[in-house]
DNA sequence: ATTATATATGAACAGTTGTTAATATAAGCT
DNA sequence: AGCTTATATTAACAACTGTTCATATATAAT
């Protein structure tokens, strides 16, 4: 089967060409990483590529995609369930958010999305929609169920969430940069922690 | 006299070509902004400009250094007359920084910091220095003198610090991205006045 | 075994890149 | 005036860019 062809060798070469573009995107720039050198780094030659992808935008493209294909999954239920105790929906996200900064895939999309946050306006919006929005949509919901609660003190559930995000984020960058000159991150890497601690003891009731 | 001269007409040229440099590099990238491009909006040909600098690094780098001279001066005397009055302190912060953020030249060079945060080493060392590390400074010796006069819960003055500075990198980061875009920024706009007030709200005894 | 399909190769294309060399121009100094 | 210096131009270089071509190879389907 023609098929079956597809499956197995095909989408093997595809698979590695993502992976390597995927590298060499987070660490060179889309300008920088050139069809040639993604080319000879998957082991075939520049040529091959377009067997698989109609040109370079294309591979970008589904390198892109996969940065918001976030494995950030809390369903609705475990949100009501985890947030009407308070502190432990905080512990929850803080910790997800953690792993992410600190697995190898996620730290090179992470790259990737900064490197090319100022020169792609797709990516631009999508940053603000998948990054930013469905963090704070997911907080809020959270903090708004405190509220009901009485567990913390009455606020704009948003104006909360964007509070408590924009430090995660600004610690993910600073451990990015960091990892990045394989520098030590052992200062920041209880800042999760302490942020989080920092900001239950200020809203709470 | 030959110095007149390099000051007259010579540095008008350089000058000129920091200045179209800047906003290349902060809207296309390192090697987005070829030296044709730059010289061609200067008005001259490529090869002039080798006259002024010695190659596009040296360029880059002049332009880099731009980036990290913050028009951002508060004297010592400064901080601790406004950091007695408490929230005063904070107050002059946030709009200082509120105006770096609006600022067309500061704003080109934000842009271009974050685009090569992930590409340049010295960039990012200056970054964590000068972006990071100073304002953190600044901040917890006003956190620490409003400890010693009972304005505000007593605490480690560095993480207060931290947690002030996280969020308004991010909504500096937020305001950026929408204006490149030409995007109403009417909804982030108060962010900073925002924050301000629901941080001082939580930190104040 | 023959045919079809997927995927590889080597060579070439036209355009762009950073940089340099030879040369022209114009202004300042003596 | 003539000489020096700063700065411009034109032309070219070697290297690299994204992409396409004709062609080879290997695997799967008939």
Redesign the interface.
């Known amino acids: 089967m023609s098929q079956n062809k597809e499956q197995n060798k095909g989408s093997q070469t595809k698979q590695k060409i993502l992976k390597v573009a995927t590298t060499l995107f987070?660490q060179?720039?889309y300008?920088?990483a050139s069809v040639r050198k993604i080319a000879k780094e998957v082991g075939i030659r520049e040529s091959a590529l377009y067997n698989h992808f109609k040109n370079k935008e294309e591979i970008f493209l589904e390198v892109a995609r996969g940065i918001f294909t976030s494995p950030f999954t809390i369903t609705h239920d475990e949100i009501q369930e985890l947030a009407k105790r308070g502190k432990p929906f905080l512990q929850k996200f803080t910790m997800q958010y953690k792993m992410l900064t600190f697995d190898k895939s996620n730290e090179s999309m992470f790259?990737l999305l900064?490197?090319e946050?100022?020169?792609n306006?797709e990516l631009?919006e999508q940053?603000?929609h998948e990054f930013?929005d469905k963090n704070i949509k997911l907080l809020s919901e959270g903090f708004f169920i405190m509220m009901q609660n009485n567990l913390i003190k009455s606020?704009d559930p948003m104006?909360?969430a964007?509070?408590f995000?924009?430090?995660m984020?600004?610690?993910r960058l600073?451990i990015t940069?960091l990892r990045?000159?394989a520098k030590s991150t052992n200062a920041l890497s209880t800042?999760f922690e302490?942020?989080l601690d920092?900001?239950w003891e200020?809203?709470k009731l």
Chains 1, 2 share one sequence.
């Open positions: 987070s060179l720039g300008k920088g790259r900064m490197i946050l100022m020169q306006k631009r940053f603000m930013h606020n104006m909360i964007y509070e995000i924009s430090t984020f600004y610690i600073q940069l990045f000159d800042q302490k942020h920092f900001f200020n809203i």
